[in-house]
């Protein structure tokens, strides 16, 4: 099978197991991925991530022109905008899942760092992740927002709306995904009850050992940033 061909089917593959895991419904969510001769391949309008058809998928060019298959997702602006700031972004996916939402909600988070060091696996898969500002869905704004994060975050949480993860491939960013929806369900169950977070030496830790973007240490226990050492 063609590279073209393995990632449409992987595509459909994820969608799937995303949707039958209840982690987006209805037609929300979306996801795209790069081909290694820059075109892309992302997920139509108005689809269903439960029931996508792997012809029908939008091949794009490069700039983001529709080669062939069903328009692509509206939602396209806000792949668009990541993969611009985030060199090595190889795949994007947007869902509207729960508990990532109901996070983007909470009154008091650190909208540069919306969950606090939980589990090893959330710094190692996703790191940190931004919060940008409620807008209007099609609201050109929010592609602006997401480019003013200058590609600091692979990880991104829209207001009231839904996470944005890219990964150097469609599974990095699909597990990156479910390891934020996994760490914001913690993070609401354990809300109020004092939880145990990794230290700042644990965290200091994990980036060394597993090479992770400095800046994820830069408050490994919940305190306000910048402690670099
Ligand atoms: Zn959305």
């Given at each position: 099978m063609s590279e073209e061909a393995v990632l449409r089917e992987a595509i459909c593959r994820f969608g799937r197991s995303i949707f039958e895991r209840?982690?987006?419904?209805?037609?929300?969510?979306?996801?795209?991925?790069?081909?290694?001769?820059?075109?892309?391949?992302?997920?139509?309008?108005?689809?269903?991530?439960?029931?996508?058809?792997?012809?029908?998928?939008?091949?794009?060019?490069?700039?983001?022109?529709?080669?062939?298959?069903?328009?692509p997702t509206k939602e396209l602006p806000l792949h668009l905008a990541l993969y611009e700031t985030r060199h090595g972004a190889g795949a994007i996916v947007h869902l509207h899942s729960t508990h990532s939402v109901a996070v983007s909600m909470l009154q008091d988070i650190?909208?540069?760092?919306?969950?606090?060091?939980?589990?090893?696996?959330?710094?190692?898969?996703?790191?940190?992740?931004?919060?940008?500002?409620?807008?209007?869905?099609?609201?050109?704004?929010?592609?602006?927002?997401?480019?003013?994060?200058?590609?600091?975050?692979?990880?991104?949480?829209?207001?009231?709306?839904?996470?944005v993860v890219s990964g150097k491939d469609l599974e990095a960013a699909v597990y990156a995904t479910e390891e934020l929806e996994d760490t914001a369900k913690l993070h609401l169950l354990l809300r109020g009850l004092n939880p145990r977070l990794l230290t700042r030496d644990q965290v200091r830790d994990l980036v060394e050992h597993f090479?992770?973007?400095?800046?994820?240490?830069g408050d490994g226990d919940g305190a306000p940033h910048d402690h670099h050492h």
């Amino acid at each position: 099978m063609s590279e073209e061909a393995v990632l449409r089917e992987a595509i459909c593959r994820f969608g799937r197991s995303i949707f039958e895991r209840g982690l987006t419904s209805g037609s929300s969510g979306n996801i795209s991925a790069r081909l290694s001769d820059g075109r892309w391949v992302a997920t139509p309008t108005n689809s269903s991530l439960g029931w996508l058809d792997p012809a029908r998928l939008s091949l794009m060019e490069a700039g983001g022109k529709l080669i062939s298959g069903d328009p692509p997702t509206k939602e396209l602006p806000l792949h668009l905008a990541l993969y611009e700031t985030r060199h090595g972004a190889g795949a994007i996916v947007h869902l509207h899942s729960t508990h990532s939402v109901a996070v983007s909600m909470l009154q008091d988070i650190d909208a540069q760092n919306v969950l606090p060091p939980l589990t090893a696996y959330y710094l190692m898969r996703v790191g940190r992740t931004a919060l940008v500002p409620y807008y209007r869905p099609g609201d050109p704004a929010v592609a602006d927002a997401i480019r003013g994060l200058a590609g600091r975050y692979s990880s991104v949480l829209l207001s009231n709306h839904g996470p944005v993860v890219s990964g150097k491939d469609l599974e990095a960013a699909v597990y990156a995904t479910e390891e934020l929806e996994d760490t914001a369900k913690l993070h609401l169950l354990l809300r109020g009850l004092n939880p145990r977070l990794l230290t700042r030496d644990q965290v200091r830790d994990l980036v060394e050992h597993f090479r992770l973007d400095e800046a994820i240490a830069g408050d490994g226990d919940g305190a306000p940033h910048d402690h670099h050492h």
